[in-house]
C-alpha cells in the first residue's frame, strides 16, 4: 500500500525545509535507511533516510523547493503500484490533507487545539465511510 514521505521536523523551531537533491528518484527501490533526500534549514543541511522499504512512486516536491514541516514531499509503495486515485478533489487526498494539518496545528498550537481538529476529521472518515456504504447498497431512505 503507498504512503506519504513527509518534510520532517528537524528542530523545535523549524517550519519548513527546502530539498537540496534527491538521492532516489522515481522507480527507484529503497530499502529501510538508504538515503532518500537532502533537506536544508536556515541552520543545518541533513540527509533523510528511509524509515520503510519500498519503491519511490512519485516525487511531489522536486530540488530546490521548500515544503512545510510534515507535508508530503514524495509517495513511496509497492512497484508498480497504482497511484491514480489519490490525487487532488479525491476523498483521500482531502483526509490526507487533514490530516496534515492536525499536525500542523499540533506544531503551532499544542495538543489540546489539535484534538479539536483530529475529532473533526474523525467524524469526516465514518461520514465518507457511511455514505460509501449506503452507495454501495443503494439504500435509500
Partial sequence: MAFYVSMPKLGMTMTEGTISEWKKKEGDAVAVGDPLF???????????????????????????ETAACQQPVAIMGQAGEDISGGGPGTASYTLTYLMYRSAFVVNK?????????????????????VNKFIAREQIIY
Fill in 38 to 64: 537532502d533537506v536544508e534549514t536556515d541552520k543545518l543541511t541533513n540527509t533523510i533516510n528511509a524509515y520503510e522499504a519500498g519503491t519511490v512512486l512519485k516525487i511531489l516536491v522536486n530540488d530546490g
Fill in 109 to 129: 498550537y499544542g495538543y489540546g487545539c489539535a484534538a479539536a481538529v483530529l475529532l473533526v476529521v474523525q467524524s469526516l472518515i465514518v461520514s465518507f465511510c
